[in-house]
């Protein structure tokens, strides 16, 4: 009996905790219009990924296909500013079709993964971009620099609204 209710407790401790640390769901921006969001962006920042080690001027490219699918063109330039320049092209596709701000982007076939909108300017001069689970970021703007209060709004809300530890966060150098 002692056994059994060591091992309830044990569990239900488990359950709490798991509640506890459960992530709020990632909420994406309410709708897209996928030919605005077309064109180049200026990478701002991001957490770190093996593809972007020693990059800079990192930009990315998208343009969209007549079968409604993005081609995607990330570059950036290897090891110093005037370094050469790396290029991944990449295919993406919109999984939500009501929003347009949940699409799926491949590099290698089979393999995708998510492209989550979540904060877009008015305008679409600024997006900030991440996946379900956090463990990616990206701030993009459409000119090399940010204005420094939008980027604290973006900040702001990237802690306070969709809960990220920003302190992986990596300003892109140029």
């Known amino acids: 009996m002692f056994k059994t209710l060591v091992i309830l407790c044990s569990s239900f401790l488990i359950s709490c905790q798991t509640?506890?640390?459960?992530?709020?769901?990632?909420?994406?921006?309410?709708h897209v219009d996928i030919d605005r969001y077309m064109g180049e962006w200026f990478e701002?920042?991001?957490?770190p990924q093996w593809f972007s080690r020693n990059c800079f001027n990192t930009t990315a490219q998208y343009t969209l296909r007549d079968d409604g699918r993005v081609d995607v063109l990330n570059e950036c330039h290897k090891g110093s500013p005037t370094g050469d320049i790396s290029r991944a092209k990449g295919i993406a596709r919109v999984v939500n079709k009501e929003?347009?701000?949940e699409l799926k982007v491949s590099f290698?076939?089979?393999f995708s993964g998510d492209y989550w909108i979540i904060d877009l300017g008015e305008n679409y001069e600024f997006a900030v971009v991440s996946?379900?689970?956090?463990?990616?970021?990206?701030?993009?703007s459409r000119s090399p620099e940010i204005p420094r209060e939008t980027l604290d709004r973006i900040l702001d809300r990237l802690k306070n609204v969709h809960k990220f530890d920003l302190s992986k966060l990596q300003y892109t150098r140029s």
């Open 19 to 30: 509640i506890a640390n459960a992530e709020t769901p990632l909420k994406t921006v309410d």
């Open 131 to 140: 996946e379900p689970h956090r463990s990616t970021l990206w701030i993009l």
């Open 99 to 101: 929003t347009n701000a």
């Open 108 to 110: 290698f076939w089979p």
């Open 44 to 47: 701002i920042a991001s957490f």
